[in-house]
């Protein structure tokens, strides 16, 4: 007999709370005791900073590394850095975090939508193309989810236009494409260490790049505009203190030793729950390119056709929380659809943006958005295979019970 839904009174499949995050121990509380017993709290007196912008750049691949204070300020730098200027345009994806765009924005510049893959949830090369005009500048790829965009058709694009690309690779720590780091795979990389992030700090962001004069204009633009062998009081170029704090820099020391174990559990642990959920109908978990050597896994993502699978996404998020599975939708809406971009809500930056984007439609980014997307945060692939059994057996058990939740659902019973 098929077991009864937790939302209609039967047992729930999970009971117990998945691995909680942050995760933290002694190596944290070492580091944070040895720099507040040092009094060097700074970026620019004490060590720790420093010897994390080494480690983290030269595991993802590169030979500079920049601690900023979190991952928006990190994305306008590198626009900054990269020499865009007011007006120009910054062709991003419409599904990701606001600050993907604001930093756009704050940079002076203008973002211009181009919309996503269906099924890997990443720009689509073609789409970037004919979003192209005389004024683009720049391209911004987001591995979302902590799956490497297509760089290797976005770097073409960008070779034979003469673009900058930089990564957002604000969910990417860890991730691979043939072998190669996320981070350097394009001209510059912006990561993301706020709370919810793979590797964290509270708040913090890091820039990544192999282009030495790139490395020096960020350097410069984080640190008041100052330039090496410069005095204190020099400041060469429009800025301000986007510098990381050593305590920041002492936390994500001891979780970087973490990384690579983490990063590989999730990993493993994404590719099984991927593999078994595609066997429903209707259930598309994000498509893995062949080049892809490591998804990060910030979030598992999948999309629900409602009709095939026999039950909309309302009601089947509904189910699975009931199931004890936190999850949710995602993001409500488009970028485009915000309000700040209905109402060009620029405030005093990109006076000369002359996209409307009330008419800006991206129907792939829409669709995931309005009907089809479902989020389970990283830390749920953080343990055994005993969860991710648990993770599956929810959606078995709703899939089982896929009429009856449906029917629920049509008669005003379910929210
Ligand atoms: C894709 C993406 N880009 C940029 C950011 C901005 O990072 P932060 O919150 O550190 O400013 C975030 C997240 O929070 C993000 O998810």
Redesign the pocket.
């Known amino acids: 007999m098929t077991p009864k839904l937790a939302l209609l009174g039967g047992s729930p499949v999970r009971t117990r709370p998945f691995t909680a995050w942050p995760i933290h121990g002694q190596a944290e509380e070492r580091r944070l005791l040895r720099v507040l017993r040092s009094g060097k709290w700074g970026k620019l007196h004490g060590p720790e900073v420093a010897e994390f912008e080494r480690r983290f750049a030269s595991l993802h691949g590169c030979q500079h590394g920049i601690g900023v204070v979190?991952?928006?300020v990190s994305?306008r730098i590198g626009l900054l850095a990269a020499g865009i200027r007011a007006g120009e345009e910054v062709i991003i994806p419409p599904y990701?975090?606001f600050?993907?765009a604001s930093a756009v924005i704050e940079a002076n510049a203008v973002p211009v939508f181009a919309d996503i893959d269906l099924d890997t949830f990443n720009l689509d090369p073609r789409a970037v193309e004919a979003a192209i005009s005389p004024r683009t500048r720049a391209i911004i790829p987001?591995h979302f989810a902590g799956q490497p965009a297509d760089m290797k058709a976005l770097m073409a694009i960008a070779k034979k236009r003469g673009l900058v690309v930089i990564e957002?690779a604000?969910?990417a720590h860890g991730a691979s494409c043939g072998q190669r780091p996320a981070g350097s795979l394009g001209h510059l990389a912006s990561f993301?260490?706020?709370s919810s992030k793979n590797l964290t700090s509270g708040?913090g962001?890091l820039i990544t790049t192999n282009d030495d004069a790139l490395a020096e204009a960020c350097r410069s633009i984080h640190n008041c505009g100052r330039i090496p062998g410069g005095v204190w009081y020099e400041h060469h170029v429009i800025s301000g203190n986007y510098r990381l704090g050593e305590f920041q820099g002492a936390i994500l020391n001891a979780q970087l030793g973490r990384l690579e174990k983490q990063t590989r559990t999730r990993d493993h642990n994404g590719r099984r729950l991927a593999a078994q959920l595609a066997r429903f109908p209707g259930l598309f978990p994000q498509k893995r390119p062949a080049d892809c050597t490591r998804h990060s896994y910030h979030l598992f993502m999948l999309r629900i056709d409602g009709q095939a699978f026999g039950a909309p996404r309302a009601a089947v998020l509904h189910a699975l929380r009931a199931e004890g599975i936190p999850c949710s939708a995602g993001y409500g809406f488009s970028l485009p659809q915000q309000p700040m971009f209905q109402k060009k809500a620029f405030g005093p930056y990109a006076p000369k943006a002359n996209v409307d984007y009330r008419k800006v439609h991206c129907p792939n980014s829409d669709r995931i958005c309005r009907e089809q997307g479902i989020w389970l945060e990283q830390n749920l692939l953080l343990g055994t295979q005993t969860d991710i059994d648990d993770l599956f057996r929810a959606f078995e058990k709703i899939w089982e019970n896929r009429e009856t939740l449906a029917a629920k659902r049509k008669s005003g019973k379910l929210a």
């Open positions: 979190n991952g928006t994305l990701t975090f600050s993907t987001v957002d604000a969910h993301s260490f706020q708040e962001g």
